[in-house]
């Protein structure tokens, strides 16, 4: 057998087969396009998703006022890339001497005389990289007094946001000068200077920590007191009373509920609400917006047994088994902490977390979420929507200075913060009470003053406030174990005669379990004893007195009988009719049909049935404002769901659109509408009586946006770079071009201006 060689055993190619390898050939070069998208892709995901939207936009900010601060010392324009280039390879190439403190040529005093060191803050650090933002860190806690918590920030968000982003791991770890490769590496935030600065501020945060500044907790009895005085300040009954009657078949028109009683109404149910939520759910309503950014479409609820249940609390019904076991699923899509979860591998649970069930809590009525969240949607929907929410509206939106809730933007947290602030100086509470006051009072609850028997575990707390399995030594440790361990070693009482021994068992449980003891008994018996003595001695007081007010009333009656017998008309006055003198009114009572709420400071709080006659639905319900006076309206309430959004339009990831686009959204409320802001009808289309008669206060607002719409489309044929052109306050939002139309207006001739 002859073995062919390799090239006689190949065959003879044709032309055909050798155009397709060389289109093969051509061809390859895709995967290489390919290749760059997907690099684009992974950093875009990284820039995305590597941490919340929240802290990504605080971090940048912080990167961004390190950068500013850091350029405001050189005058001298910024150095090209060419020669950035060469700086970089200066660090990273060229040999150094042979320890890192030689190759420090700079001390700390003149480091900012390095050419690198404006360049300190850039996406790739360089030698001076550490030192600036140990100077950077020095100037914010020890300059300007800032907290050491804003400090830690500003050292992560450069650690994570600016430099610490290189190639691999090469600027990740410990900062050092690598003698092998002649360069710096690791990451300058984890520098020996950086952790310094950050241990010094740390200690001077806990020299100064005599006044303590994080927030006190709202305690039950805190939310029990909040409520009263919304009660005492509000006539919340007449609220309930509609919600219940609407819920029966009525309509909202026929209850004649007058403006300014609305508005009051709105602003109370809309707190008490919110802190009822904030309570239970333990949310945090500062920048994080867990709790008000909450909408629609975050709560699962079954509206038909729901509203069985809503009618029974209504109607101050005891609740049935079944009724204690419904409940509506809140969702906090926006909870701090969820990433610590899906780093950890525990993506299965995450399924399941930031997922609570609320159920009834008529005992708790000031912390019952259950009922609360219900009427203040209830409310919402009757009373300012005449309709059911949508799914993007959010469950406390904003109400503006003309009494219109706008759905489609949340509140503040300055709102939040005044509300808290003007309730608990309201319910004479004293105190530092920020937005996680909420948070804090309902953890504590929940884990040691909760009865006996319905505490909660350590694990369960951490579930349901999302904090993460790593932060049971600090986090939790200071909203739960500082206080109980301030508890158990608080010997305030050692004198009294039964001590509660708060040492022995958490939050002193055992005092209310176990047995009484012989003395205590005594002790008991005593008391009982004593008082009893002391009814005797009342009991016999009260019999002197009655023995002698008898002879009083029979030596009275003798005197009358013998006047009888010897008339004398000189010894009697005239009396006049009882019919000719005016009776003084009752004191007002809130004329309620379904609920009322006892105000009674010193008794728990409960539903109870009124005893005052039901609304009369031919006349105007009158509010018992919290002054001696009533306030009476004859306002009429607006067209429920009528809203003209503001400008700035608030987009749906909490920030606002710039005022240079402000006469856009403009336009576009007035030619499409804006259904994610609730106006649904563009304003073109608006009838005349929606913006007239009982919607007046719609008017200004209405014939402003129409000036500026009309002067785009009619003057300038919806050109905008004419507009612009002939308008460049548009740039500086739509007030100060408002007031450019109105001056072409005028020079016109189209508008009169009024007389002042």
């Known amino acids: ?76 324009p910024a150095i090209s890339e060419s020669e950035r280039g060469d700086i970089a390879s200066d660090d990273l190439l060229i040999p150094m001497p042979s320890s890192p403190a030689s190759f420090d040529m700079h001390s700390d005093n003149d480091a900012h005389d390095d050419p690198a060191f404006k360049d300190a803050f ?24 800032l907290s050491k918590t804003t400090v830690e920030s500003i050292r992560s968000a450069l650690r994570r946001c600016g430099t610490c982003r290189g190639d691999g791991d090469t600027y990740r770890g410990k900062w050092h000068f690598d003698e092998v490769r002649r360069r710096w590496e690791g990451n300058p935030a984890d520098s020996a200077d950086v952790y310094d600065v950050l241990s010094s501020i740390k200690h001077k945060a806990s020299a100064e920590g005599g006044n303590r500044t994080h927030s006190m907790a709202m305690t039950k009895d805190y939310m029990d007191r909040v409520l009263r005085w919304h009660q005492a300040a509000c006539p919340l ?27 009051q109404l709105t602003q109370h149910l809309e707190q008490i609400a919110l802190a009822a939520s904030g309570w239970t759910l333990w949310t945090r309503c500062d920048l994080c917006f867990e709790l008000i950014k909450l909408q629609r479409k975050d709560i699962m609820l079954d ?83 005449g309709r059911t929410l949508h799914p993007n509206d959010f469950l406390f939106p904003v109400m503006g200075a003309n009494s219109v809730v706008h759905p489609g933007q949340p509140i503040s947290h300055d709102t939040v913060q005044k509300w808290i602030n003007e309730s608990t100086a309201g319910a004479g509470i004293l105190g530092n009470f920020s937005t996680h ?45 500082d206080e109980l361990h301030a508890y158990e070693t608080d010997y305030s009482d050692a004198l009294a005669p039964i001590s509660r021994g708060a040492d022995v068992s958490l939050a002193s449980e055992h005092a209310l379990a176990r047995p009484a003891s012989t003395e205590e008994l005594r002790m008991v018996h005593a008391s009982v004893a004593a008082d009893v003595n002391c009814l005797r001695n009342d009991i016999s007081s009260v019999n002197n007195s009655l023995h002698s007010l008898t002879n009083v009333v029979v030596q009275a009656a003798c005197t009358t009988a013998t006047a009888l017998q010897h008339p004398d008309s000189s010894r009697f006055s005239v009396v006049s009719d009882l019919s000719c003198t005016e009776t003084p ?24 049935r009124p ?41 749906p990831n909490g920030t606002t659109n710039p005022k240079t686009k402000s006469w856009k959204d403009i336009v576009t409320h007035w030619l499409v509408g804006d259904p994610d802001q609730g106006l649904t009808t563009p304003l073109k289309d608006w009838p005349r009586e929606w913006y007239q008669g009982a919607n007046r206060q719609f008017a200004s607002k209405y014939h402003q946006r129409a000036t500026i719409a009309l002067e785009f489309i009619n003057q300038y044929d919806s050109n905008e770079a004419r507009f612009l052109a002939a308008y460049p306050e548009a740039e500086l939002g739509h007030t100060q071009l408002l007031k450019a139309v109105n001056k072409a207006c005028t020079a016109r001739g189209e508008r009169v201006s009024r007389t002042k």
């Open 1 to 76: 057998m002859v073995r062919l060689s390799k090239s006689s055993a190949k065959a003879p190619q044709s032309p055909n087969c050798t155009q397709k390898k060389a289109a093969r050939k051509k061809g390859s070069a895709t995967p290489k396009v390919v290749l760059a998208d997907i690099q684009k892709c992974k950093d875009l995901g990284i820039e995305t998703h590597l941490q919340a939207n929240n802290t990504r936009a605080n971090y940048a900010g912080h990167v961004r006022r390190g950068q500013q601060w850091l350029a405001s010392y050189f005058k001298t």
């Open 437 to 481: 006051c909420f948070r804090r009072g309902g953890a504590q609850y929940w884990f040691m003053f909760a009865p006996v028997g319905q505490r909660w575990t350590l694990a369960k707390v951490r579930w349901w406030g999302g904090w993460a399995e790593g932060e049971h030594r600090d986090t939790l440790v200071r909203y739960l174990l």
């Open 122 to 145: 850039d996406r790739i650090p360089n030698r001076c990289s550490h030192k600036a933002l140990a100077l950077f860190m020095s100037l914010k806690g020890f300059h300007e007094n």
């Open 303 to 385: 509206v038909t047994m729901l509203d069985g249940v809503l009618k029974s609390y209504l109607a101050n019904e005891t609740l049935t088994m079944s009724d204690r076991a419904s409940y509506f699923e809140i969702f906090l899509s926006n909870r701090k902490g969820w990433q610590k979860k899906v780093d950890k591998g525990q993506w299965e649970v995450d399924l399941r977390s930031n997922h609570y069930k609320i159920y009834p809590r008529p005992e708790m009525l000031a912390c019952d979420n259950f009922f609360w969240m219900l009427v203040w949607i209830k409310w919402l929907e009757f009373f300012h929507y």
């Open 237 to 263: 009954e007449i609220a309930l009373h509609m919600i219940e009657k609407t819920m029966s078949g009525a309509q909202p028109s026929d209850l004649h509920l007058d403006f300014e009683t609305r508005k």
């Open 611 to 651: 005893v005052a006659s039901k609304i009369a639905t031919s006349h105007s319900i009158h509010v018992k404002a919290s002054s001696p006076s009533a306030r009476i309206t004859s306002r009429q309430l607006p067209t429920p769901g009528l809203v003209i959004p503001r400008v700035p339009v608030l987009r």
């Open 585 to 608: 009114s009752p004191p007002y009572a809130p004329p309620v049909g379904g609920v009322s709420i006892t105000a009674v400071s010193a008794q728990p709080l409960i539903l109870s």
